[in-house]
């Protein structure tokens, strides 16, 4: 059984932007995110097996993705998971609809899902106490492709690796 997920992928801009923000952060009152796992989490889909990780990987390849951009322009705190993380006040159709199908693609399977509503945001920190104030720019991420992403536990905390992607402009 592997732990996966549905996910944007950051390019290397917008990961700096990311690292940047998490290291303006007071790391003294809260455990950062590792900036290689920095992500836009599309469909978690929990422990899946074998089988099942074939039949996502070959029902994803059907999927027609639109490129997806999404401007996270507010830290939100978020008490009973004690995470901060980016949201955005504008929401984004092309995400919320790549989401959806995503996780149609998974209840389809049998894979029980989290049915609350979609809201695409970065997680920046975990064991946050209270709502943190930082002046940033807005960070435009502009999403190509979209990945399969198994979450692996090791000896320095949670990794997160990448199975498969799919692109918007298939080849």
Not at 1 to 7: G, I, N, S, V
Not at 23 to 33: A, Q, R, T, Y
Not at 55 to 73: K, W, Y
Not at 130 to 152: M, R
């Amino acid at each position: 059984m592997k732990r996966l997920f549905f996910a944007l992928w950051p390019d290397e801009s917008v990961r700096e932007h990311c690292t940047g923000l998490i290291n303006k952060l007071d790391l003294s009152v809260m455990k950062p995110i590792n900036a290689g796992n920095v992500h836009v989490t599309l469909c978690f889909l929990g422990s899946v097996n074998s089988d099942c990780e074939a039949a996502l990987m070959a029902a994803a390849s059907e999927i027609v993705m639109e490129p997806v951009s999404l401007t996270f322009d507010q830290l939100s705190f978020w008490k009973v998971p004690k995470v901060l993380c980016l949201t955005s006040c504008l929401g984004d159709l092309g995400a919320a609809r790549l989401a959806g199908e995503l996780c149609a693609v998974a209840r389809s399977l049998g894979i029980r899902l989290d049915e609350r509503p979609y809201l695409p945001h970065v997680t920046l920190a975990r064991g946050v106490k209270d709502k943190v104030e930082i002046a940033f720019e807005p960070i435009v991420w502009t999403a190509h492709s979209f990945c399969l992403v198994q979450s692996c536990s090791t000896d320095s905390g949670v990794e997160y690796r990448v199975l498969r992607c799919w692109s918007a402009y298939p080849e």
